[in-house]
């Protein structure tokens, strides 16, 4: 009998061909808990699925989905949730920023009770190794006042690398249809329902080959609105869904636009 997995990984990708496997590699050296291994594609004509594929005969949890939900990392990364079989979801990019060795931890934190544990590059122990200068520094920027005026929980909203309790994001749902906003989106939910989020520390390095899909200028409005939404009152998860859902603009699809 196949053990269920603890946590569902999602890497959501685009056109990584063979620099996948490195990043595959470290995933499966690192993560001891049960697991499941979900890379999201846009498309079926994807470079990412036939390296992946290959990759799979070796390794039997890791699956290759290509998602239905329209293109961009946000619906990829929605797709992979709603297809995960762990109580314990992870999401990590496909292009090995990300330390892996953390997940374990980042699971177990979840496990214990918060709805959100984010990998924060911006407490004690944390650091951002290259990237671009202005992205940064409104990473830095949010995620400090969002700590500090909003009591979200971590230095770090904005960050990708978190772990999530998959009933907390059932209940509460996904709106972002863009770029990478989820991680703030989720931090900003949880704060409005009063659930516990948790961080840990992280050393986050620039991708070392290809290029990255992050469109400042395009998504920066989508993390201003998130940002908002973490202030105000306690809501159900039902006003929850219905706020933001009511707000949400028409973000467009194309992560490579």
């Given at each position: 009998?196949t053990?269920r997995?603890r946590?569902?990984v999602?890497?959501?990708?685009?056109h990584?061909?063979?620099?996948?496997?490195?990043?595959?590699?470290?995933?499966?050296e690192?993560?001891?808990l049960p697991?499941?291994?979900l890379?999201?594609v846009?498309?079926a004509?994807d470079t990412t699925?036939?390296?992946t594929?290959e990759?799979?005969?070796?390794?039997?949890?890791?699956?290759?989905l290509?998602?239905?939900?329209?293109?961009?990392?946000a619906n990829?990364?929605r797709f992979g949730?709603?297809?995960a079989?762990?109580?314990v979801v992870v999401v990590?990019m496909?292009?090995?920023?990300?330390?892996p060795r953390q997940i374990?931890?980042?699971?177990?934190?979840?496990e214990r009770?918060?709805a959100v544990a984010a990998?924060?590059?911006?407490?004690?122990?944390?650091?951002?190794v290259?990237?671009?200068?202005?992205?940064?520094t409104?990473s830095?920027?949010?995620?400090?006042s969002?700590r500090?005026?909003a009591?979200?929980g971590?230095?770090?909203a904005?960050?990708?690398?978190k772990a999530y309790?998959?009933?907390?994001?059932q209940?509460?749902?996904i709106?972002?249809r863009?770029g990478?906003?989820?991680?703030?989106?989720l931090t900003?939910?949880?704060?409005?329902l009063?659930l516990p989020?948790a961080?840990?520390?992280?050393?986050w390095l620039?991708?070392?080959?290809?290029?990255?899909?992050?469109k400042?200028?395009?998504?920066?409005?989508?993390?201003?609105r998130?940002?908002?939404?973490?202030?105000?009152?306690?809501l159900?998860?039902?006003?929850?869904?219905?706020?933001?859902?009511a707000?949400r603009?028409?973000?467009?699809s194309?992560?490579?636009d």
């Amino acid at each position: 009998m196949t053990e269920r997995p603890r946590v569902s990984v999602i890497v959501p990708a685009y056109h990584e061909g063979v620099q996948v496997v490195s990043v595959l590699d470290r995933l499966f050296e690192s993560v001891r808990l049960p697991s499941e291994v979900l890379v999201v594609v846009d498309s079926a004509d994807d470079t990412t699925i036939p390296v992946t594929e290959e990759y799979a005969q070796k390794e039997p949890r890791l699956r290759c989905l290509v998602s239905t939900y329209g293109r961009g990392p946000a619906n990829a990364i929605r797709f992979g949730i709603d297809a995960a079989a762990a109580p314990v979801v992870v999401v990590t990019m496909a292009d090995g920023c990300d330390d892996p060795r953390q997940i374990d931890e980042l699971v177990r934190l979840v496990e214990r009770g918060v709805a959100v544990a984010a990998a924060s590059r911006y407490m004690p122990g944390g650091q951002q190794v290259g990237g671009p200068l202005l992205k940064g520094t409104l990473s830095r920027l949010a995620g400090r006042s969002l700590r500090t005026l909003a009591h979200v929980g971590t230095r770090d909203a904005t960050n990708s690398f978190k772990a999530y309790s998959t009933e907390f994001v059932q209940q509460v749902g996904i709106d972002s249809r863009g770029g990478f906003e989820i991680g703030i989106e989720l931090t900003a939910k949880a704060k409005r329902l009063r659930l516990p989020v948790a961080e840990i520390p992280t050393i986050w390095l620039d991708r070392q080959a290809g290029m990255s899909n992050f469109k400042i200028a395009k998504w920066v409005p989508s993390y201003v609105r998130w940002y908002r939404f973490a202030f105000g009152p306690r809501l159900t998860p039902g006003q929850v869904r219905a706020r933001s859902a009511a707000q949400r603009p028409d973000q467009g699809s194309r992560q490579e636009d």
